[in-house]
């Protein structure tokens, strides 16, 4: 992959039908979906499909259907891509939800270290609270606290993704989990 192959211009050929282009985009973002998606996919709808799998199917989705995405600027893509990611997982703990889990009893368990509904409750308030302040924020900050919180890249890959310096995208992300951090307060 070349320096100078933005996201943008990656998105345009491929449009254009660079299957290059294609297999490039989906190189470039496949690690970062892995590493994000690791561990939200509850162990008890881990059955036939695990996490790595709805990566992979995010990814054939998108780039299948990469006329529709209207480019909104640097990081749009990724935050398309974490959108759509997110709801594939959902929909796949409502579908075990429906269908019931199945375990197998492990007698060597002393403790149940699954967490109580209580805990689960509590943890998808705070989710659902994170994810409506997300929502409210610019859609630039928005994508920029996507790019450093949930994906970890660096301030300098971010400010190569969206083609600013290290210095204004770090300062650009602190403005934006401040207001991130504000709202989140205002929500409580």
């Keep these: 992959m070349q320096p100078e192959e933005t996201t943008a211009l990656l998105l345009d050929r491929a449009r ?7 297999d490039r985009l989906a190189a470039r973002y496949l690690p970062m979906l892995r590493r994000w998606a690791h561990g939200r996919l509850p162990p008890s709808t881990r059955d036939l499909t695990d996490t790595d799998d709805l990566v992979q199917v995010t990814l054939f989705r998108v780039l299948k259907q990469i006329g529709r995405f209207e480019y909104g600027g640097a990081g749009s893509f990724l935050a398309y891509l974490r959108s759509t990611l997110l709801n594939l997982l959902r929909n ?5 939800a429906r269908r019931g889990e199945s375990l197998e009893l492990d ?6 270290e699954t967490a109580s509904p209580l805990e689960q409750a509590i943890g998808r308030e705070r989710l659902e609270r994170y994810e409506a302040a997300l929502e409210a924020l610019p ?10 919180l949930e994906f970890d890249m660096t301030y300098d890959d971010i400010a190569s993704e969206v083609q600013s310096t290290p210095d204004a995208v770090r300062m650009a992300i602190r403005r934006a989990v ?6 989140l307060g205002e929500r409580a």
């Design 16 to 22: 254009g039908g660079d299957e290059g282009a294609r």
């Design 178 to 183: 401040e207001a991130l951090t504000h709202a």
């Design 92 to 96: 796949e703990i409502r579908r075990v």
């Design 107 to 112: 007698e060597a368990l002393v403790e149940d």
């Design 139 to 148: 859609a630039r900050a928005r994508e920029l606290v996507i790019m450093r």
